[in-house]
């Protein structure tokens, strides 16, 4: 499945002799090919899709995992290790930053989807032509030198614009088998900005455009953003009230002195105590 990023790079550089060439080759690809249909503009979008959309992405569910397990370490320090709570106030502030980065990753994931959902109202269909796909390896080596190798392909492609141009862009995605399937792939542009385009088989979310210019979401992306959208909130809640129990609940102990402690936790002798 590809992942759905966003086209990073486009072009409408096209005059030299390959620019040229490639653009012939577009024009005489697309000639025998019916136009795909806009349809209303700007296209109905239902609330499901759009929760699907802006939490049932890729960024959303590497955040709620994230926040999940950092609930479960806020769990333990409070709960677990309350004995040691003098000790704990660096752990939680050090989880704090780790909470930070969480919500930044859900932030950014909704942002992603806010632009698939604009661009899927108001953009505008083409047929996109695949020229090139190439493979990026990457490797990385960690602290105990193990090391972990990833694959991505950029996928190079030529489409149209109601304009009459021919531009050019460049997708990077995880896989390019959606998108190499068909001698032509269905694409969406933004006509303000027609180098802001997506590949309608990468859109976030379960999102989904067909050739007839509609709109929908697949089951599966909004199921995933309504749970995704519940346990984020769970583990938020959680969090604050485990920091919450750890700022007042034991506050007061907490800020005795140790050898104070040990004199109130010692039994109290009465007034005719020898």
Known sequence: MSKPRRIRAASADLESEE??????????????????????????????????????????????????ILTIFFGALV????DFADDLWIPMAFLLLFVAVGILVVVLGIRQGLKDI??????????AMVTNV??????????????STSISYDVHFLYGTHA???????????????????????????PAHPFECRFADS??????????????????????????????????LAIVSAYGWFLFAEKPQRQLPNFNRERLEQPHAGPGTG
């Open 203 to 236: 859109l976030a979310g379960g999102l989904r455009l067909g050739p007839d210019g509609r709109a929908s979401a697949t089951s599966l992306g909004t199921a995933m953003g309504v749970v995704q959208t519940g346990l984020i909130t769970l583990a938020l």
């Open 19 to 68: 620019g040229r060439a490639d653009r012939a080759r577009y024009e005489a690809h697309v000639a025998g090919i019916a136009p795909p249909i806009d349809g209303q503009l700007p296209r109905p979008l239902g609330l499901a899709a759009r929760i699907g959309a802006m939490m049932g992405n890729g960024a959303v569910s590497f955040a709620t995992a994230w926040l999940c």
């Open 164 to 190: 009459g141009e021919v531009l050019r862009g460049m997708s990077n995605m995880g896989s390019a088998r959606n998108v190499t399937d068909e001698p032509h792939e269905l694409l969406l542009y933004d």
């Open 118 to 127: 604009h661009l899927v109202r108001n953009g505008r269909l083409t047929w």
């Open 79 to 82: 709960f677990v290790f309350d």
């Open 134 to 147: 190439e493979q990026r390896i990457s490797t990385s080596r960690d602290s105990d030198g193990h090391t």
